[in-house]
């Protein structure tokens, strides 16, 4: 078997690259998002990673494919997101009005989708992305979607019937498939088409949303440029006629039967007469079991997670779930950690210092390599475990680099002997998201606080004895496991519970019932340190 084939059944993106080029050689990827709100990791899935690992899949396996990205800033601001700092009363008269044309929550932007979309780019980019963008609204108002609003108003019959049938709704019989702009207040969710003469197009502004009140003006426009947009499930299969889309993916909220992919295929094939790409659905990302979403303010940006991670960590965890799967991530917890071993074994499997088996191993190497935001390094990178960073930086706020790495290697967490400049920048990146982490993310159970000295505890004999003989037997030499195993024996050989004697150390050194793993949190702080605040118990 060819390493193509091997690779086209291990990846997700792999197979489905295949099942384009079996239409033709040449593709075109698509994403599509709302600058209402923040774009967030959520939408860096379904609108950017999965569209680029498709495209660049494409390429690897011999083919072309352009990737773009495009914002529909077209589209009406119907309410202010949650977790954006402006007085929502303040754009009440706005609501209605293209994002476009809202003016911006933040100086020095045009509007509200200039800000949200400028945001969003500069993510984009660190993602290890760049797309070729297009705003909806300026391909409007250059004439890009004239042709097909025109196919649109020649067909609303059949769009009609369409319609009707696939969503299982009545559409009145003079029903016209199109949203014009009002001439006098500027919206278009509140106007309504009324006739087509094949060239000219009568509406009135009538109809009240929850949002907004329609001006009761009538008008006959030539539809062109801009002042007339069409509703989003014909906008949708418009955009890949327009722009000769031939993969796309979307939330599988629009798959659902009746959907907006349901219509827009119909439209493709009926209306359009081309052929339709191949979408696939994108499940959601959850935190904490809540889908992320900028409506509701619950959201991880680009420049969040880059704050705490790696670009090529987070392009990882979605190569590695397939689209359909929902992916259940939490920065509060342990996840990320997971997340990065994850990673670490792929990266071991990739430089051939680790294998899991042919299949997998193949399987874990493409991972990887669709991961990297450049060219994946010639050597082994310097691998440290997050966990234990995130202690070593509580334990020691003030150390610079260079003695961090001097404690880490003291605690034969970084093995390679000698550094290039390339590995002490990565340490040094890993060190600072350590610090990012534990500031904005780390749960209080592991945000940590060394003890000058033992506070004051009512312990039994038994208790105080075994508290003594670890001081004691931290005069010797030990490894992290070791250690961890003869706090164990010293509980029992004292005649104290075990669970009790962890409970009183953590309270002696943390002022907490819990904390991390001992041995390994003693051996970061160092065991003198240690037998420092344990003696305090003598006096």
């Not at 773009?68 to 209605?96: N, Q, R, S, T």
Request: charged fraction near 30%; aromatic fraction near 10%.
């Amino acid at each position: 078997m060819s390493q193509k084939s091997e690779i086209a059944h291990y990846t997700w993106a792999d197979k489905i690259a295949g099942e384009l080029l079996q239409r033709g050689k040449k593709h075109v990827a698509h994403g599509m998002w709302t600058p209402s709100g923040y774009f967030h990791i959520g939408n860096a899935r379904g609108e950017l990673l999965v569209p680029a690992m498709v495209a660049r899949a494409v390429k690897d396996a011999g083919g072309s494919a352009r990737t773009h990205f495009l914002a529909d800033d077209f589209d009406d601001m119907d309410k202010v997101p949650a977790g954006i700092d402006v007085d929502a009363e303040k754009y009440k008269e706005f609501l209605g009005k293209p994002l476009r044309e809202i003016p911006s929550p933040m100086k020095g932007y045009d509007s509200w989708a200039s800000f949200f979309t400028d945001q969003a780019l500069g993510g984009i980019e660190r993602l290890g992305e760049k797309p070729k963008f297009y705003s909806v609204y300026d391909e409007y108002r250059k004439g890009t979607y004239d042709k097909a609003i025109k196919i649109v108003l020649d067909n609303a019959g059949k769009v009609r019937d369409l319609w009707e049938i696939i969503t299982e709704t009545h559409k009145p019989e003079n029903w016209l498939p199109v949203m014009v702009v009002c001439e006098s207040c500027g919206r278009s969710a509140t106007t309504k088409a009324v006739s087509w003469s094949g060239k000219n197009l009568a509406y009135v502004c009538s109809e009240p949303r929850e949002y907004a009140k329609p001006c009761n003006h009538s008008g006959e426009i030539i539809p062109h440029k801009g002042n007339v947009k069409l509703p989003w499930r014909v906008h949708w299969p418009a955009t890949w006629f327009v722009f000769g889309t031939t993969f796309e993916s979307g939330g599988k909220d629009h798959f659902t039967k009746g959907g907006s992919v349901d219509t827009g295929r119909a439209f493709m094939k009926e209306v359009f007469n081309v052929e339709q790409p191949l979408l696939i659905g994108t499940e959601f990302i959850q935190l904490g079991g809540e889908k992320i979403s900028g409506s509701r303010g619950n959201v991880i940006t680009p420049e969040h997670w880059l704050e705490v991670a790696d670009a090529e960590l987070l392009r990882f965890m979605m190569i590695s779930y397939q689209p359909g799967t929902a992916i259940d991530f939490d920065m509060h917890g342990g996840k990320l950690f997971l997340l990065e071993q994850r990673y670490h074994e792929a990266e071991q499997v990739y430089y051939g210092e680790k294998s899991l088996g042919e299949k997998r191993d193949a399987q874990l190497r493409r991972e990887y390599m669709l991961s990297q935001v450049k060219k994946a390094p010639k050597g082994m990178p310097v691998q440290l475990d997050y966990s234990l960073l995130a202690t070593v930086v509580q334990m020691y706020p003030h150390k610079n680099i260079g003695k961090i790495i001097e404690l880490l290697r003291s605690l034969k967490a970084l093995k390679k002997e000698n550094l290039a400049k390339d590995d002490e920048n990565r340490i040094s990146a890993k060190i600072n998201h350590a610090r990012a982490w534990v500031s904005r993310y780390a749960p209080d159970d592991m945000k940590l606080k060394l003890n000058e000295a033992a506070p004051a505890m009512d312990l039994t004999e038994q208790e105080t004895d075994a508290v003594f003989t670890l001081s004691n037997e931290l005069l010797k030499e030990w490894d992290e496991a070791g250690l961890q195993s003869r706090i164990y024996e010293i509980a029992r050989e004292n005649d104290v519970e075990p669970k009790r004697f962890f409970q009183i150390l953590y309270r002696m050194l943390l002022s907490r019932d819990h904390g991390p793993r001992l041995g390994h949190f003693i051996v970061i702080v160092g065991k003198e340190k240690i037998r420092a605040i344990l003696d305090t118990l003598k006096k």
